[in-house]
């Protein structure tokens, strides 16, 4: 079966930082759009970053006013999300997916990650 | 931009039929035909039903099915089970700016 496994999630400050990863296996890495989906505690699903195929192409949530970055390493079959100026508001379970159709088909079961003092 | 308006719960008996609406904006589910729905239960990621508003992938039940009229788009849950309990959510491509929108979710309730 294919795998998507996220890591890095955690406990930070608020103003800190954190770089989530999302290992993919069984499945062709190359040819796969990914994104991040993000789920606030007992909340809705909320998009927040997809990468192309080449990793040429990054896209994003408006309201992340370009505190997060996508990158992909083919090498490694990995996602990952550098997330920098975090806020209370970014706690959330950090989901790791992929995009085909503009629709996310396989999800990881997700990396927590709380922002608090 | 505004989350998609899903009710916050529906409920039916085993057997029955429900079905769970939708509704957003000619900014995204008006304008295209690009609606997914998602299941999920607690403590669990999100799993795919439905894609291109009435496509389902290899291995859902066809006790699912989509369609959209206007600016809401619908997901029917046939023959109710006792497993369908669980969070429902719909997803919509928005265009170039917003990408995609969620809905904030249904819960369904077996009774």
């Known amino acids: 079966d294919v795998q998507i496994l996220e890591s890095g999630g955690g406990l930070v400050q608020p103003g800190g930082s954190l770089r989530l990863s999302c290992v993919v296996s069984?499945?062709?890495?190359?040819?796969?759009?990914m994104s991040w989906v993000r789920q606030s505690p007992g909340k809705g699903l909320e998009w927040v970053s997809t990468?192309?195929?080449?990793?040429?192409?990054?896209f994003y949530a408006d309201s992340l006013k370009g505190r997060f970055t996508i990158s992909r390493d083919s090498s490694k079959s990995t996602v990952n999300l550098q997330m920098s100026s975090l806020r209370a508001e970014d706690t959330a379970i950090f989901y790791c997916?992929?995009?085909?159709?503009?629709?996310?088909?396989?999800w990881g079961q997700g990396t927590m990650v709380t922002v608090s003092s | 931009q505004s989350a998609l308006t899903q009710p916050a719960s529906v409920s039916g008996s085993p057997g029955q039929s429900i079905t769970i609406s939708c509704t957003g904006t000619?900014?995204?589910?008006?304008?295209?035909?690009?609606v997914s729905w998602y299941q999920q239960y607690p403590g669990q990621a999100p799993k795919l039903l439905i894609y291109?508003?009435?496509k389902r992938p290899s291995g859902v039940s066809n006790r699912f099915s989509g369609s959209k009229s206007g600016n809401t788009a619908s997901l029917t849950i046939s023959g109710l089970q006792a497993e369908d309990e669980a969070n429902y959510y719909c997803?919509?491509?928005?265009?170039?700016?917003?990408?995609?929108?969620f809905g904030l979710g249904t819960k369904v309730t077996v009774l």
């Open positions: 000619t900014n995204n589910v008006g304008s295209y035909n690009l």
């Open positions: 997916a992929t995009l085909n159709n503009n629709a996310f088909h396989l």
């Open positions: 990468i192309s195929a080449s990793g040429y192409s990054t």
């Open positions: 291109e508003v009435t």
């Open positions: 069984k499945i062709n890495f190359n040819t796969s759009v």
């Open positions: 997803c919509s491509y928005s265009g170039t700016k917003y990408f995609y929108v």
